[in-house]
């Protein structure tokens, strides 16, 4: 079955200090898209980033990067020197062969300054 | 380029009656999904629309719910008598292609409150 965990429920850090969101999937298809997307607290879904299954190169964008892991089914996202506009619910989805993205619980940021 | 646009933002409904949620995708897209998320949740995938037609639906409930994607006009979410428990935010996210291989964008969601 087709399915995304986020363990972290809730993480709380100060200001500057750099943060790592953990997201592991399951699947059975070869061929897969991987997402990342905020939810700032306004409520609306900001898309940040598709990785196709074969490409497994680590992507970096300014204080974003994404680390894809394929032989232990991850895909975390670290957000280098946080601020507090980073605080949102950051959702990791897969999308799957029949095009529905399947979504992780979430994991809801905390920035203190 | 407007994105996404869904409206209401917000619908206050009480039991027994009908919402309907509207949702134009961006310019140039041709596919609609709509997703539900419940308080503290991810979003469930509910529907998969192209114009005039309902590609996937295994997310949709079997009752009370129905989508339409007309070839004018915007793709609409109707629920019927709802109950409490549909309150919810609901998504609208387009895509310009298969969605194999493209991005989906979301709108910014409808939130929905059955009193």
């Known amino acids: 079955a087709q399915k995304v965990t986020q363990a972290q429920t809730e993480i709380s850090v100060v200001e500057k200090e750099d943060v790592t969101l953990d997201c592991v999937y399951e699947t059975r298809d070869t061929t897969y898209y991987l997402f990342w997307y905020k939810q700032p607290p306004s409520g609306e879904l900001v898309f940040l980033i598709r990785?196709?299954?074969?490409d497994e190169q680590n992507e970096i964008s300014g204080r974003y990067s994404w680390n894809f892991q394929k032989s232990t089914s991850s895909f975390n996202f670290t957000i280098t020197a946080s601020q507090v506009v980073d605080s949102a619910v950051y959702f990791c989805?897969?999308?799957?062969?029949?095009?529905?993205?399947?979504w992780g619980a979430g994991t809801k940021l905390i920035i203190k300054p | 380029n407007a994105g996404v646009m869904q409206n209401p933002r917000h619908l206050v409904r009480r039991r027994g009656q009908e919402a309907r949620l509207r949702c134009s995708p961006m310019?140039?897209?041709?596919?609609v999904y709509w997703y539900r998320q419940l308080p503290e949740e991810g979003l469930k995938f509910m529907v998969y629309?192209?114009?005039?037609?309902?590609?996937?639906e295994s997310g949709m409930p079997k009752e009370r719910f129905s989508a339409e994607f007309p070839k004018e006009g915007p793709s609409i979410l109707r629920i019927q008598q709802v109950v409490r428990g549909d309150s919810a935010a609901y998504f609208c996210?387009?895509?310009?292609?298969?969605?194999?291989?493209?991005?989906?964008?979301f709108g910014p969601g409808t939130r929905l409150l059955v009193l």
């Open positions: 989805a897969l999308m799957d062969s029949n095009y529905q993205l399947i």
């Open positions: 990785r196709n299954s074969f």
């Open positions: 310019k140039g897209h041709s596919h």
């Open positions: 996210a387009s895509s310009p292609l298969g969605a194999s291989a493209e991005t989906q964008y």
């Open positions: 629309l192209q114009k005039e037609n309902i590609i996937d």
